[in-house]
């Protein structure tokens, strides 16, 4: 239950993060049966998708560094998903993002990190 919590808290953080940059955060939590994505927003015409990773410590490696290809072939899969059911299939512009979010060990922000383009689709 904690890394679920943990998790959550890092959404939360990522979503307040790419709001602050100008991103329109679309939808979280999307699921097919593909996976899930855990933010879609749009910025500048261009759909992203965007993993977010969170972590109180790097005893197990940095957040980043826990998107395996495996991760990022699902995120793939339900990104085309989404466009398909979405009715997006035409737009041009469409990216994969991953924001690394650490927090402490009273959950509150440390540090975040947003990758862009971790997976180009257009």
Known sequence: MHNQKVGKIGEQYAERFLNAQGYQVITT???SAYGEIDIISMHKN??????VKTRTN???GTPQESISYLKLQKIFKTALHFLNTANKTKLANWRIDAIA???????ALHDIEHFKNIFDGS
């Open 29 to 31: 939590n999307f699921r």
């Open 46 to 51: 261009t759909l992203i998708f965007v993993e």
């Open 58 to 60: 790097d005893d197990f």
């Open 101 to 107: 979010v650490k927090l402490n060990k009273s959950l």
